[in-house]
């Protein structure tokens, strides 16, 4: 069973549209996350969730909107994409305890043409 | 947050100890240091943390500077699927992120 399972794993889609991804562990952890890697590689934290209330935003443009259903379930939804969102987005999750692991999934490549 | 400064890349010959480097002098004192790895195409995996004293597990040691203010991760013995994208990152105690720097590119030869 996959730990942090994440869908689409590819998503194509033109400028102004919206989409969304989906993202599951089934760990039992209480924080989630979102995290962008650009096209240089660099992974930067976009939003952190515990116990499916918002605890970071790091300054993302809110045409990005979390949703968390429930613990298990991070949701990742997009409004008028533009070109410069195309990358690849991972979902983690982690026990809230501090200083234990997190566990990534094998990313969303996001491509907006 | 603190900063943390890693070579951009290393080369290692398969079968081969391999010390990846991680200066981190602003870590506070309650900092735990983590290191993950992202392999290519694959999201970032956990390798191993601590906090003062050296710590080993199966995937690899940690060696934790008396003053904490470097660490270096050890592979005892690098083979070709160990080639990845090496980060440190020390992680405050009651935050909720990992904050990624550069990370280390490790090449591994066969």
């Known amino acids: 069973d996959t730990a942090v399972s994440q869908t689409p794993k590819y998503l194509v889609t033109q400028m102004g549209n919206d989409k969304s991804i989906k993202c599951e562990q089934n760990l039992g952890h209480d924080t989630m996350y979102w995290y962008k890697q650009d096209s240089k590689k660099f992974l930067k934290i976009m939003f952190s969730y515990n116990n499916k209330e918002l605890i970071i935003n790091e300054t993302v443009p809110n045409r990005f909107s979390p949703k968390s259903p429930d613990k298990a379930h991070l949701n990742l939804h997009i409004n008028s994409l533009e070109l410069g969102d195309s990358a690849v987005y991972f979902c983690?999750?982690?026990?809230?305890?501090?200083?234990?692991?997190?566990?990534f999934g094998q990313g969303t490549r996001l491509t907006v043409v | 947050d603190a900063k943390t400064t890693q070579p951009n890349s290393m080369e290692s010959n398969e079968e081969e100890p391999v010390h990846l480097p991680c200066n981190h002098s602003?870590?506070?004192?309650?900092?735990?240091i983590h290191w993950y790895r992202q392999l290519p195409s694959q999201g970032p995996e956990y390798v191993i943390h601590g906090l003062t004293s050296n710590v080993n597990n199966r995937m690899a040691s940690l060696a934790i500077a008396e003053d904490r203010k470097s660490s270096t991760l050890i592979l005892h013995r690098a083979t070709l699927r160990d080639a990845a994208v090496y980060y440190c990152i020390p992680r405050a105690s009651g935050t909720y992120k990992y904050i990624f720097g550069t990370g280390t590119r490790l090449k591994v030869l066969a």
């Open positions: 602003t870590i506070s004192g309650t900092d735990y």
């Open positions: 983690a999750s982690s026990a809230t305890v501090t200083n234990t692991e997190a566990f």
